[in-house]
């Protein structure tokens, strides 16, 4: 897992906001494309050789990019061994969802709570997240090994369960330890911590980072609720699983 984008609403200069890329093989998959990830994504890989995008909700900071990827496909749909992309995304907006294909470069495929979905090698579960708009995390599994990430929601229980025993948990921090942000539907560094903690995760990357602070207090704040390894996001940074 290679960390794409980390900001919080806007990307900040020569860097993105929400994207993740996953590798298996030969296998690559974005986690969300917003604003800046699809120019920062060239850093790690081809344009050409991403198999999908599974996008957690349609916030701009998680799907802006997705236009000028359908534009790269078109543009480069000629090429010889052309893979055409799924984009995977909820049908709860059904406006938004219609707007993920793209003539016949592009497919999209729709996304539950309640089955699994096999997404090339890996084999994803979602879940409903506190969010004013429907969004949804994700759990990926791949030979024994189990990556969750958040993406946007305030803290729940029902998060922690789902995420209970994950080898790494990507979690969103929008906010510093005392800041409420739960009534918009994002946690701060203690809610990622606990949320950690309570689902007894190996180990965290804060990421969905704020425009303000020095965000290694976060990383401080967060280590007061959880003893596990903990990461601050940044682009480029990679673990392997
Ligand atoms: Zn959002
Ligand atoms: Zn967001």
């Known amino acids: 897992m290679t960390v794409v984008g980390f900001w919080h609403g806007y990307p900040e200069a020569n860097s993105a906001t929400s994207g993740y890329l996953l590798e298996h093989d030969e296998y690559k998959l974005l986690l969300d494309c917003g604003s800046g990830v699809l120019s920062n994504v060239q850093s790690f890989c081809s344009l050409d050789d991403l198999n999908g995008i599974v996008l957690s909700h349609y916030h701009g900071d998680h799907k802006a990019d997705i236009t000028p990827f359908q534009y790269s496909r078109i543009l480069n749909a000629q090429k010889s061994g052309y893979k055409t992309p799924i984009i995977y995304g909820h049908n709860d907006d059904k406006a938004e969802f219609s707007k993920l294909p793209f003539r016949d470069v592009v497919k999209a495929i729709p996304y539950n709570d309640y089955d699994r979905l096999l997404i090339g090698p890996f084999v994803f579960f979602f879940q409903r997240t506190n969010h004013p708009v429907p969004c949804y995390a994700m759990k990926v599994e791949l030979a024994g090994k189990i990556l969750v990430y958040t993406a946007d929601s305030s803290f729940s229980e029902e998060l ?8 790494l948990l990507i979690s969103e921090c929008s906010a510093y330890a ?13 809610d990622a911590g606990r949320l950690a903690a309570l689902a007894q995760a ?15 207090q976060l990383k401080v704040e967060a280590s007061e609720q959880f003893s596990g390894e903990i990461y601050l996001a940044k682009q480029g940074f990679s673990i392997e699983l």
Do not use: R, W
């Open 160 to 167: 922690a369960s789902f995420a209970k025993g994950c080898d």
């Open 202 to 216: 190996k180990s965290l990357i804060l990421t969905h980072l704020p425009h303000y602070g020095e965000h290694q």
């Open 178 to 190: 005392g800041e409420t942000v739960s009534e918009f539907g994002h946690m701060n560094s203690e």
